[in-house]
């Protein structure tokens, strides 16, 4: 038997079409090739309790994990996103490519820690500090595989086109220098960008046009053709980049967007926090995945997205850790619900029908969005990846549960402890909730953090 066929029997499953008890998974080379419910446990068994799919994390800026917790200080002049961006400028600068590669296997093993299986890099740091090119054109994208090798998180690599510093071509300003392409030099880094992560095995490319200040439409209108893969682009987080487009172009961003781009279900919008009803209307309809990141956006402030109107319209949504202050599956769920609940106040106000589990309409959900926004299948099916997510049966939440009121208590009511065991593509990465390569991560982590923030 080759390392990743395995055989895996799970009393409780969560399968699409709900809990389904004793349930064999054969695996072969990481995917799921057969699924049999009511199947005995047999000897050589990989044996779990409370199976569930893991989830997509959608957007990560894996070496923003290194500056977490570093800028919540106040201040006289009020601190707001784009000062926070700042900071994030001053920290990007001080990483070399191996110090990069530590701080992302040290997000990327956390994420696998708290049940996220694959992620979505949305990654814009390529040059180096001075803005000179490093020899190899993805030598930074090679790191983002490497760390995702390293830890064994799946990868959409998503190589972020970033040309100005405005709406309209403004010229980048000097902090920007690391980020900057043309539209050959962006070709140039895709096409090593798809040698460095070929050795993943399943590892998705895509691309990333980074915003609308960052691209003009004559270079979207150039970029989007580049791939087959997904394309995502960070639109309408802030009020204000909504009134900057309106100053440039009379339209809002996601408005603008559906106006001049081919948007359909290979996009993933980034945010979109701040959007009118006919722009819900228009995600809706395009049937593009809107990329949630909670955690972030309630970190730097940007606003609430309209989700309950977005939700009953039946729009696809999943959710990401971002700038990766604090990495934690269930508690983006938690938090995409309850800012829900606060602005309705009600409770359970995204999960539609009468009896409806507010933890399995939000995972359910972000599962299947997050896999189209990534380029994969969604849960335990045949083809899918063999991604898996063990909750402790034996936690005080999970005490005197079932079915849905699994995932409601881990949602709700747990912290991280439920999360027992992660196998990503048939392959055990975490085992009594830590990663199997923890402690030598987390040293060179350490090690890294201390020089580069000279400590
Ligand atoms: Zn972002």
């Given at each position: 038997m080759k390392m990743t066929d395995v055989r895996f029997w799970i009393e409780h499953a969560?399968?699409?079409?709900?809990?389904?008890?004793?349930?064999?998974l054969q695996v072969s080379a990481g995917r799921i090739v057969g699924v049999m419910p009511g199947a005995v446990p047999e000897h050589g068994d990989v044996r779990l309790k409370i199976g569930v799919p893991g989830l997509g994390n959608l957007h990560s800026h894996a070496f923003?994990?290194?500056?977490?917790g570093l800028a919540e200080i106040g201040g006289a002049s009020g601190d707001s996103f784009w000062t926070w961006r700042e900071l994030m400028y001053t920290f990007?600068?001080?990483?070399?490519?191996?110090?990069?590669?530590?701080?992302?296997?040290?997000?990327?093993?956390?994420?696998?820690?708290?049940?996220?299986?694959?992620?979505?890099?949305?990654?814009?740091?390529?040059?180096?500090?001075d803005g000179a090119r490093y020899d190899r054109p993805a030598e930074m994208s090679a790191r983002v595989a490497a760390a995702a090798h390293a830890t064994g998180i799946g990868l959409t690599l998503l190589?972020?086109?970033y040309a100005h510093a405005d709406f309209g071509g403004a010229p980048p300003n000097p902090a920007q220098r690391r980020l900057i392409h043309d539209v050959d030099g962006f070709a140039r880094l895709l096409d090593d960008a798809s040698r460095a992560v070929a050795s993943l095995g399943d590892a998705v490319l895509g691309i990333?046009?980074?915003?609308?200040?960052?691209?003009?439409?004559?270079?979207?209108?150039?970029?989007?053709?580049?791939?087959?893969?997904?394309?995502?682009?960070?639109?309408?987080?802030?009020?204000?980049?909504?009134?900057?487009?309106?100053?440039w172009s009379s339209q809002r961003p996601v408005q603008w967007l559906y106006d001049h781009a081919p948007v359909d279900a290979r996009w993933c919008l980034v945010h979109a926090t701040h959007v009118d009803p006919a722009e819900v209307a228009a995600m809706v309809a395009s049937q593009a995945v809107v990329g949630l990141c909670p955690?972030?956006?309630?970190?730097?402030?940007?606003?609430?997205?309209?989700?309950?109107?977005?939700?009953?319209a039946g729009g696809?949504?999943?959710?990401?850790?971002?700038?990766?202050?604090?990495?934690?599956?269930?508690?983006?769920?938690?938090?995409?619900?309850?800012?829900?609940?606060?602005?309705?106040?009600?409770?359970?106000?995204?999960?539609?029908?009468?009896?409806?589990?507010?933890?399995?309409?939000?995972?359910?959900?972000?599962?299947?969005?997050?896999?189209?926004?990534?380029?994969g299948e969604a849960g335990l099916v045949v083809g899918a990846s063999a991604d898996l997510v063990e909750l402790d049966a034996g936690h005080a939440a999970m005490t005197a549960r079932s079915g849905d009121a699994w995932l409601d208590s881990w949602l709700f009511a747990a912290r991280r402890g439920a999360v027992k065991a992660v196998w990503r593509a048939g392959r055990q990465v975490v085992s009594e909730g830590r990663h199997r390569h923890r402690e030598a991560i987390a040293a060179r982590y350490a090690a890294v953090l201390h020089k580069v923030l000279g400590a």
């Amino acid at each position: 038997m080759k390392m990743t066929d395995v055989r895996f029997w799970i009393e409780h499953a969560l399968l699409p079409q709900g809990w389904v008890r004793d349930v064999r998974l054969q695996v072969s080379a990481g995917r799921i090739v057969g699924v049999m419910p009511g199947a005995v446990p047999e000897h050589g068994d990989v044996r779990l309790k409370i199976g569930v799919p893991g989830l997509g994390n959608l957007h990560s800026h894996a070496f923003q994990r290194g500056m977490a917790g570093l800028a919540e200080i106040g201040g006289a002049s009020g601190d707001s996103f784009w000062t926070w961006r700042e900071l994030m400028y001053t920290f990007l600068h001080r990483l070399d490519p191996d110090s990069f590669q530590a701080i992302a296997e040290q997000a990327y093993m956390e994420m696998l820690e708290a049940g996220f299986t694959r992620v979505g890099e949305f990654h814009y740091l390529h040059h180096q500090p001075d803005g000179a090119r490093y020899d190899r054109p993805a030598e930074m994208s090679a790191r983002v595989a490497a760390a995702a090798h390293a830890t064994g998180i799946g990868l959409t690599l998503l190589p972020v086109f970033y040309a100005h510093a405005d709406f309209g071509g403004a010229p980048p300003n000097p902090a920007q220098r690391r980020l900057i392409h043309d539209v050959d030099g962006f070709a140039r880094l895709l096409d090593d960008a798809s040698r460095a992560v070929a050795s993943l095995g399943d590892a998705v490319l895509g691309i990333a046009p980074h915003s609308l200040r960052a691209v003009t439409p004559e270079e979207l209108n150039v970029l989007v053709p580049l791939t087959a893969g997904p394309v995502h682009i960070h639109i309408a987080e802030q009020t204000r980049e909504v009134d900057a487009c309106l100053a440039w172009s009379s339209q809002r961003p996601v408005q603008w967007l559906y106006d001049h781009a081919p948007v359909d279900a290979r996009w993933c919008l980034v945010h979109a926090t701040h959007v009118d009803p006919a722009e819900v209307a228009a995600m809706v309809a395009s049937q593009a995945v809107v990329g949630l990141c909670p955690i972030t956006e309630a970190n730097l402030g940007d606003g609430i997205f309209p989700m309950q109107a977005f939700a009953q319209a039946g729009g696809r949504f999943g959710v990401g850790s971002d700038s990766n202050v604090l990495i934690d599956a269930a508690e983006e769920l938690r938090l995409l619900e309850y800012g829900q609940r606060l602005v309705a106040r009600g409770r359970n106000v995204l999960a539609r029908g009468d009896g409806v589990s507010s933890g399995r309409w939000l995972y359910q959900g972000a599962l299947d969005g997050a896999a189209q926004a990534l380029g994969g299948e969604a849960g335990l099916v045949v083809g899918a990846s063999a991604d898996l997510v063990e909750l402790d049966a034996g936690h005080a939440a999970m005490t005197a549960r079932s079915g849905d009121a699994w995932l409601d208590s881990w949602l709700f009511a747990a912290r991280r402890g439920a999360v027992k065991a992660v196998w990503r593509a048939g392959r055990q990465v975490v085992s009594e909730g830590r990663h199997r390569h923890r402690e030598a991560i987390a040293a060179r982590y350490a090690a890294v953090l201390h020089k580069v923030l000279g400590a």
